[in-house]
């Protein structure tokens, strides 16, 4: 008798051990992909971009999305030819931002002609065609452009300054953000007869231009420059040092306004450098799964998705602005 439980004992426990394995073995078993998204990214030359890159790629490893991920590196023509790759490789969606607004046309035509949706994420383009595109997710960058100059009346106001001479640092010309900034910035100080913009210079949202611009405008208004106003952080922590070696206190000499909110600028706004930055969330990765894999099951989609965003500024105690993930 003794035997016999004792075989029985080996061969429930030898069961146990190959249907474990058995799960295992399942577990291993390729999880088919939900979903394949072709994502064209315009390049990494700035820490908003290389955390919305983050963002994008884990929100499609959390959503089960096989992502063909292409790097323009700052170049609309390489943007166009990942588009017609993935139009080859047959993706279910594609998505992309636009580095500028114009010359996308044709190659959306040859996606729609294929019957892949395309999304547009962060920035948006300029076309005249019908359904080309069925969702832009992205920021107000109008808002943005309008909350940094509110920002500055209310400044002014406080400092009881009675004429402000501002220099404008923009993005790169032609794309959303540069344009909807400037023009939420402007429309809003256009009522305000203190305000002046002496020059605005497209610093193409790069660190290295944001310096060279600077450097430019100081040579030619020096301490008549009141405000700098940056379309982003990257390009406003290249122009500070320029600012220092003139000789000039940023944040006291003159007034600092960014715009993206990265971890840097928001350590700098801490230290009085910066004075005021407008958020721009690079977090749009949520957003871009849920909506790729509604047009994937066929179902209708928001055409518009912007963020909330808020302002951080010496108005406030910066001490409690809390980690900002990029
Ligand atoms: C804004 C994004 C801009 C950022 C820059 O959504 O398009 O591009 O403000 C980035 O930092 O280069």
């Not at 790169?172 to 009522?191: H, K, L």
């Not at 231009?209 to 990257?234: K, P, Q």
């Not at 055409?303 to 951080?312: A, C, M, Q």
Request: glycine share 8%; with cysteine.
């Amino acid at each position: 008798m003794k035997t016999m439980k004792k075989i029985v004992c080996i061969l429930s426990t030898l069961m146990l051990v190959l249907c474990t394995l058995g799960c295992s073995k399942k577990a291993e078993q390729p999880v088919e992909p939900r979903l394949l998204l072709g994502f064209s990214q315009i390049g990494s030359e700035s820490a908003w971009r290389i955390g919305n890159t983050r963002d994008i790629e884990a929100c499609a490893e959390e959503y089960g999305v096989s992502l063909m991920f292409e790097n323009a590196n700052q170049k609309q023509e390489n943007q166009i030819d990942a588009i017609r790759r993935f139009i080859a490789y047959k993706v279910d969606v594609i998505a992309f931002s636009p580095i500028v607004e114009e010359g996308w046309d044709n190659v959306l035509n040859e996606a729609k002609e294929a019957g892949i949706p395309v999304i547009l994420v962060d920035r948006d383009v300029s076309t005249d065609a019908e359904g080309l595109t069925k969702c832009l997710i992205g920021a107000d960058f109008y808002k943005e452009g309008v909350m940094a100059a509110e920002y500055l009346i209310r400044k002014a106001d406080s400092l009881g300054l009675e004429h402000v001479n501002i220099v404008e640092i923009t993005g790169t010309e032609n794309s959303t953000p540069m344009r909807q900034r400037q023009a939420g910035f402007v429309d809003t100080i256009a009522g305000d007869d203190r305000m002046v913009i002496l020059e605005s210079i497209d610093g193409d949202f790069l660190k290295s231009r944001g310096a060279e611009c600077m450097r430019s405008l100081l040579g030619t208004y020096g301490s008549d420059i009141d405000v700098v106003f940056s379309h982003n952080d990257e390009m406003t922590l290249g122009a500070l040092p320029e600012i220092e070696k003139a000789g000039f206190v940023p944040g006291q000499d003159m007034i600092i306004i960014s715009i993206d909110g990265g971890q840097e600028a928001i350590d700098v706004l801490k230290e009085g450098r910066i004075n005021c930055v407008v958020e721009c969330t690079p977090k749009l990765g949520k957003e871009l799964m849920e909506t790729a894999l509604k047009l994937k099951a066929g179902e209708e989609v928001d055409t518009l998705i912007h963020p909330v965003e808020e302002v951080f500024s010496d108005e406030q105690d910066t001490s409690l602005i809390a980690p900002r993930g990029y």
